[in-house]
């Protein structure tokens, strides 16, 4: 496999297969374009369509995304070693993330719609300003996260780990649906 370096790529005739370092890509539109055992350190996404692709094998190491679509992407399949993603005002609707530590990751402006993060850990994750409408929460460890600016969190206390995690009052609804309270005020 090719090593880069230092490059900025804005043309999907320039990609290939191999270990990309502290390289940029814009504007590029990945569907249809094997990434199937990539490596991806310290780089940095912008503008690109990557939704359906497979990741399988990929290592995303300090990679930052935005603006980007990544819809219906299964981020298990991916390496899990030194997995560190941060997510800024992407599109991540019906993306997986099951079983995902996402510890050293964070999601910024992103829409999280439908997006499954069954038995994840995210011990002190940033979830700032995300739509998490629809999206799913099961045995995930959340000590410690952040959701205090996002919206739609929906998600039952006694089946994940809860312990200092950050909401704001107006979130408080979305963690007693299951008791089908009336809230008022």
């Not at 297969?17 to 502290?22: L, M, P, Q, S, W």
């Not at 629809?134 to 959340?142: K, Q, S």
Request: glycine share 6%.
């Amino acid at each position: 496999m090719p090593n880069f370096f230092d490059q900025h790529i804005q043309n999907i005739q320039d990609w290939e297969i191999g270990t990309y370092e502290n390289c940029a890509f814009s504007g590029l539109d990945f569907k249809q374009t094997p990434i199937k055992g990539a490596k991806f350190i310290e780089c940095r996404f912008h503008d690109c369509d990557l939704s359906n692709i497979s990741v399988s094998g990929c290592s995303f190491q300090a990679v930052t995304f935005e603006k980007c679509k990544l819809q219906g992407i299964q981020f298990e399949a991916a390496s899990t070693f030194g997995f560190e993603c941060v997510f800024k005002n992407c599109l991540l609707r019906h993306a997986t993330f099951y079983q995902v530590n996402l510890q050293q990751s964070s999601f910024q402006g992103a829409d999280l719609t439908e997006v499954d993060f069954t038995e994840i850990k995210a011990q002190g994750t940033a979830f700032v300003n995300c739509n998490l409408v629809g999206a799913i929460f099961e045995n995930a460890d959340l000590r410690k996260a952040n959701f205090e600016s996002s919206v739609n969190l929906l998600l039952d206390p006694a089946q994940n780990q809860v312990k200092s995690m950050q909401v704001n009052s107006g979130q408080l609804a979305g963690l007693l649906t299951k008791y089908q309270l009336t809230i008022k005020g």
